[in-house]
């Protein structure tokens, strides 16, 4: 069974901490997959040494396009349950156990960041603002709608498949999810940022919120 387990990690110039998260991750799953998103750092070569699987994309793509790529992978590999985290140190895989054995009980499984003082304020509030309106749009009471900690069976994965490229993914796989009536669970994960202005931007926030509303219209 473990053999079927993927975990799909998207990078770009993460080649100060790429090998210590596929480390940490090897004591959970055999399969690691990189997804190199158009680094010009060592990201790609690091993460070779470490013995994972690496896809690359030649330019910079997106996080919701390199997690497609990594998944889409896994799937034709015969993946039967997939993880996914950040190649920043900012999850745990030691969490990784927890979240493949709540899929024995459920289709996906969303990580939430506990409130800390290390999350920005704007962020925060950006948080939770777009929890808010998830919850009125898709009558789905989340925790955090942006963490991007999460865990899906095959069967999962090809009703929740994304097509946005960017940030807005994580938004548009909770549409699915909501929108398929696949059964989720969230859990908590430690809330840790190794850089305070990496990640979504106001700007992206915006287009996840117009993404919410549009995604509900035509779908």
Known sequence: MKNKIFAI?????EDKNIGRVIS????????????????SDNTRYKAKKQGAVVLSHIINLGKGAA????CDYAL?????KIVVLD????????????????LDYV???LGYRQLSKTMPPLLKIGNLAI??????????????????????????????RWNSSNYSMESEMIANIGKARLKYKEIPIKTIYADRYKGTTIIDGIKIVFNLFWWRLSK
């Open 24 to 39: 940490e991750a090897k004591k959970y799953v055999d399969n690691i997959v990189v997804v190199d998103d158009g680094s």
């Open 131 to 160: 929890n808010k309106i998830t919850r009125l749009l898709y009558r789905m009471n989340l925790h955090d709608t942006q963490c991007g900690y999460r865990a899906f069976t095959q069967y999962a994965y090809k009703k929740i």
């Open 67 to 70: 997690l497609k790529t990594g």
């Open 76 to 80: 034709k590999q015969g993946a039967e």
């Open 9 to 13: 990690i998207p990078a770009r110039n």
């Open 87 to 102: 190649a920043d140190t900012q999850h745990e895989p030691s969490k990784i156990p927890d979240f493949l054995k709540e």
């Open 107 to 109: 289709d996906v499984v």
